[in-house]
Nanobody
Framework: QVQVAESGGGSVQAGGSLRLSCVAS??????????MGWFRQAAGKEREEVAE???????KYADFVKGRFTISRDNAKKTLALEMNSLERDDTAMYYC??????????????YGRGTQVTVSS
């Protein structure tokens, strides 16, 4: 059973930075064959995708984090990271690491972690 586990959340003031990490385990195939991404869910809102790794190994970002967040992965260590800079109050949410399979160029996320809380105060 594929499992992903996040860490690195916390409380920070607006304008500050945080780095989230995720480690994958229980993989039945090579880690590099899985697409990986980050999602978030704020209180009272639906879960939304924040960033994922594209086929060309570049980051694909939601408009609301472009230029502020950077996604990266280490295939040897089976890890995924999200560097978050210039944090805003609206970034406050539970952040989830996700893994999935790619089909026809589209990543379908199946496995999610338990989440790590990010709280940004003004």
């Amino acid at each position: 059973q594929v499992q992903v586990a996040e860490s690195g959340g916390g409380s920070v003031q607006a304008g500050g930075s945080l780095r989230l990490s995720c480690v994958a385990s229980g993989l039945t195939n090579s880690y590099i064959t899985y697409c990986m991404g980050w999602f978030r869910q704020a209180a009272g809102k639906e879960r939304e995708e924040v960033a994922e790794f594209s086929l060309d190994r570049s980051g694909k970002y939601a408009d609301f984090v472009k230029g502020r967040f950077t996604i990266s992965r280490d295939n040897a260590k089976k890890t995924l990271a999200l560097e978050m800079n210039s944090l805003e109050r609206d970034d406050t949410a539970m952040y989830y690491c996700a893994a999935g399979r790619r089909s026809a160029g589209v990543c379908s996320f199946t496995w999610y972690g338990r989440g790590t809380q990010v709280t940004v105060s003004s």
